[in-house]
Antibody, heavy 116, light 107 residues
Framework: HLQEPDPRLLKPSETLSLTCSVSSVAITSDSYYWAWIRQTPEKGLEWIATVHRDGRRYHNPSLQSRISASVDVSGNQVSLKVTSMTITDTAIYYC??????????WGQGILVTVSS | DIQMTQSPSFVSASVGDTVTITCRASQDINKWLAWYQQKPGKAPRLLVHDASTLQSGVPSRFSGSGSGTHFSLTIYNLQPEDFASYFCQQAHTYPPVSFGGGTKVDI
């Protein structure tokens, strides 16, 4: 069960920090990767980052300089930081579980709005 | 990067119709393709993976096909609950993945 916090409102240049709580059973499994995906009406679904409990991280090259994703196994959490937020980063952000390449479990999504 | 191009972006249909959505990959992705359904205000739901394997619980009126660079999702006998948006996703580069732009199926 992936849970994300409540909607967020940020100003341009601020840093977004999101944390997703996941089950202790799933997060200790080597079978799963954990992803952050965002969605806008203009660009649709955009992959942001994927992490594994063993520390492997993969970031979208177009966002790489501004993003950092991580897994906290002991805390049963997956986290995302995006620095220097702009209006174009306004989106619904999802945490998601990847199994064998597919998202088999999605969080409910959190609306992040960037506005001055 | 592998680009995924879906078409059409919008399709108008009626209950009982057959609808086909296509997804094209910018390079050969074998069968590493999934389809998702998304309803307004909800997260996407996995329908098909490995191009043609229905996820557990998905009605058999959904059918995926294709390999390489051309894929399709066909919905037979369209039901009221099928009016939604559909997205394809490639996993050839997994763990990084990428999505198509989406197709909205509307009445």
């Amino acid at each position: 069960h992936l849970q994300e916090p409540d909607p967020r409102l940020l100003k341009p240049s601020e840093t977004l920090s999101l944390t997703c709580s996941v089950s202790s059973v799933a997060i200790t499994s080597d079978s799963y990767y954990w992803a952050w995906i965002r969605q806008t009406p203009e660009k649709g679904l955009e992959w942001i980052a994927t992490v594994h409990r063993d520390g492997r991280r993969y970031h979208n090259p177009s966002l790489q300089s501004r993003i950092s994703a991580s897994v906290d196994v002991s805390g049963n959490q997956v986290s995302l930081k995006v620095t220097s937020m702009t209006i174009t980063d306004t989106a619904i952000y999802y945490c998601a579980r990847l199994y064998l390449g597919w998202v088999d479990n999605w969080g409910q999504g959190i609306l992040v709005t960037v506005s001055s | 990067d592998i680009q995924m191009t879906q078409s059409p972006s919008f399709v108008s249909a009626s209950v009982g119709d057959t609808v086909t959505i296509t997804c094209r990959a910018s390079q050969d992705i074998n069968k590493w393709l999934a389809w998702y359904q998304q309803k307004p205000g909800k997260a996407p739901r996995l329908l098909v993976h490995d191009a043609s394997t229905l996820q557990s619980g998905v009605p058999s009126r959904f059918s995926g096909s294709g390999s390489g660079t051309h894929f399709s999702l066909t919905i037979y006998n369209l039901q009221p609950e099928d009016f939604a948006s559909y997205f394809c996703q490639q996993a050839h580069t997994y763990p990084p993945v990428s999505f198509g732009g989406g197709t909205k199926v509307d009445i």
